[in-house]
């Protein structure tokens, strides 16, 4: 059965870090290229950062420079670390495999609230 355990949400202040981090089941985490996505209030969930298995790293623009992704493959996590964060960063965020859509099993997120 599929599962997605995020943790390391929080309430930090602009300029801040976090360090998210995510549990996955090996079903999913040993086949599949992971990714961190993210959604805001009255948003679409967005891709926030991706690594594939090979370790090859992509990020969207808004967050290239200040987040980096990274996974540890004998503890089946991967990790989001965030700095510098931002008010626009403030979001549910998710884990799951690259490509991952609506139809797909999601865990609950952890929510990333950048205030002062």
């Known amino acids: 059965q599929a599962q997605l355990v995020e943790s390391g949400g929080g309430l930090v202040q602009p300029g801040g870090s976090l360090r998210l981090s995510c549990a996955a089941s090996?079903?999913?985490?040993?086949?599949?290229?992971m990714a961190w996505y993210r959604q805001a209030p009255r948003s679409q969930r967005e891709m926030v950062a991706t690594?594939?298995?090979?370790?090859?790293?992509n990020y969207a623009d808004s967050v290239k420079g200040r987040f980096t992704i990274s996974r540890d493959n004998v503890k089946n996590t991967v990790y989001l670390q965030m700095n510098s964060l931002k008010h626009e960063d403030t979001a549910v965020y998710y884990c799951?495999?690259?490509?991952?859509?609506?139809?797909?099993?999601w865990g609950q997120g952890t929510q990333v609230t950048v205030s002062s």
């Open positions: 799951n495999r690259i490509g991952a859509d609506m139809s797909n099993f």
């Open positions: 090996g079903s999913i985490f040993t086949f599949y290229g």
């Open positions: 690594i594939t298995l090979g370790g090859n790293t």
